[in-house]
């Protein structure tokens, strides 16, 4: 993704001669390769007869809400509109929970569903509702595409998501609407965003001797520029999640991940300025904020919504704005062995204590890295939420933006394997790993037969704990007795021989390299289902939330 403004490519003229063909070629203009989904028969047909011809791809998915998370992860890795199709009814409420990552996530994703006629709703009420009201929470804008402008209402809809904050958008087509002449439409470049007066953060950073910087999901696209500004700093960085390889995790100044909990709290509270770059509070978890030093911000755009007061801000294109900012800038007064000791710190922080029988999460996590450097793989890693990303995001390592994909800002179950084939299909030759929980892969482990379908080169782990382990370990915490936690555990890998992947089981390390070999050397889909030692969940909870 880059910075620049929507609607901002050279000026070209498009026509089409029915709406779905115009839809699939103003998609194909921006970028999309691929549309994600599972139709229904009404314009969702249209559409697909008409992508092939544009050079877009139709993914036949399994569920509409794991369609959805491909889509988001296609649209994080492309920057182009990442799209999901569906039925009506639903279809629609299927992909809600996919299409509502997508806003949470600032990802721009087209939702499109097949819709009913205001003629039709006059005398038929099945799998009728009020299908723009339904998704109104949730997403940016809506359009039907049936006026006279058909052309211009869906490119203002597309502008939309890419807007700042990316999000999801509706559109509700009938197939009527689809078969419609769609006229054409001239795009004219946008000027180019100004940048803000620079002075007053240039000053404040001028006077801080131990600032510290944290990155967040804007940063990914202007990774450069924020590098040079870090290393002329010569200060401590933390990235979030979704910032992961925007300055690399070997890099020295790189000393851990920011969440707004208790891990970073040692470097964090020793700042004299604290400057977020592109972070946006989506991605902080439900904490107060802790510090007292002054926050200085450079973002696409000011935050309706924040949890601490912004002393200086500067907002517009990101990467002009640090570029900008490094010229010139003085280094700081921290020492490399203070940010190596802060980093060992919160290595150590997660360190897993000795325990029951099985894998220890930090030790899955390794042991797939360094498989996948013997198989010669660069893989793509993607994360499910559960009490094993913590050790997943913290031990995977990252050298560029999106080497790793999580769902943050909305945290939802079911996001790894979709996500993962969505980066396998994007980049055949790195490929994808997906590391996921025994329950996240119970919401999507249909999609196992997608990967199969389309050959992806997608290893899925699984952390075979045999319960929800995140609300498990806070159940804990309040000294409640289990229950409604846990379950048997399941044999994942018998599940994915079943859809035609390759399936391993491993209860200890040895075991574990070996069924890694074999997934990664296989050349198309595999899965991995590991026995877990659940036994430093609360450690590592308590390090990283507090």
């Known amino acids: ?15 089409g001669d029915t709406v779905a063909a115009l839809v699939v070629a103003a998609l194909a203009a921006r970028g999309t390769k691929r549309i994600w989904g599972v139709p229904g028969g009404g314009s969702s047909l249209d559409l697909i007869d008409a992508a092939a011809p544009a050079g877009v791809a139709f993914v036949l998915c399994r569920h509409e809400g794991s369609a959805a998370m491909m889509a988001v992860a296609d649209a994080e890795l492309t920057g182009a509109p990442g799209v999901v199709l569906t039925t009506k009814g639903p279809g629609l409420s299927n992909a809600a929970n996919g299409v509502s990552c997508a806003t949470l996530e600032r990802a721009p994703v087209l939702l499109v569903t097949d819709g009913f006629t ?48 990316r999000g999801a958008v509706h559109l509700d087509l009938t197939s009527a609407a689809a078969k419609r002449h769609a006229g054409s439409i001239l795009h004219r470049a946008a000027p180019p965003s100004p940048l803000p007066d620079l002075e007053p953060l240039r000053a404040l950073l001028a006077g801080a001797r131990r600032p510290v910087i944290v990155l967040g999901l804007e940063a990914t696209e202007a990774a450069p520029g924020t590098r040079t500004l870090a290393e002329a700093l010569g200060c401590p960085v933390l990235v979030t999640y979704k910032a992961k390889g925007v300055l690399p995790d070997a890099h020295p100044q790189n000393v851990g991940i920011f969440t707004g909990g208790t891990l970073e709290a040692q470097v964090v509270s020793t700042a004299d300025l604290i400057l977020l770059i592109g972070a946006d509070p989506v991605e902080f978890i439900l904490q107060p904020w802790r510090y007292t030093a002054p926050v200085a911000e450079v973002a696409a755009r000011p935050f309706p919504v924040h949890y601490t007061h912004i002393a200086i801000g500067a907002y517009g294109p990101i990467a002009r704005i640090v570029a900008a900012l490094a010229d010139g800038a003085s280094r700081s007064d921290w020492t490399a062995a203070e940010m190596d000791g802060h980093r060992a710190a919160m290595r150590d922080g997660l360190a897993w204590p000795p325990g029951g029988g099985g894998v220890a999460p930090p030790r899955i996590v390794q042991l797939a890295a360094e498989a996948a450097r013997r198989a010669g793989r660069d893989p793509r890693a993607t994360v499910d939420a559960g009490a094993h990303m913590f050790s997943a995001t913290a031990f995977w390592p990252c050298s560029r933006p999106r080497d790793l994909l999580i769902s943050n800002g909305l945290a939802t179950m079911g996001f790894a ?28 482990v249909a999609e196992l037969a997608t990967a199969v379908d389309h050959h992806a080169r997608l290893v899925t ?86």
Request: charged share 20%.
């Open 1 to 15: 993704m880059n910075d620049a403004t929507p609607g901002s490519a050279p000026p070209r003229t498009r026509t």
């Open 118 to 165: 205001p003629a039709q709703t006059g005398w038929i009420t099945h799998q009728v509702f009020d299908q723009r009201l339904a998704t109104a929470a949730y997403v940016k804008g809506h359009a039907r595409c049936d006026g006279d402008d058909p052309a211009g209402e869906f490119e203002n809809l597309l502008d939309d998501a890419t807007a700042h904050p």
């Open 417 to 444: 394997l979709p996500a993962g084939i969505a980066a396998a299909l994007h980049d055949p030759a790195r490929g994808a790993v997906a590391f996921t929980g025994d329950g996240g892969l119970m919401m999507c």
């Open 461 to 546: 782990v699984v952390f075979n704990d045999g319960a929800l382990s995140l609300i498990d370990v806070k159940q804990q915490q309040r000294q409640l007795p289990s229950q409604g936690v846990r379950w048997g555990r399941a044999d994942f890998a018998m599940i994915a021989e079943g859809f035609g992947a390759r399936g391993f089981r491993a209860q200890d390390d040895a075991g574990l390299t070996a069924a890694l070999d074999a997934a990664f050397a296989h050349d198309g889909p595999s899965l991995v289902d590991v026995q877990v030692d659940p036994a430093g969940y609360m450690q590592q909870l308590q390090a990283m939330r507090g």
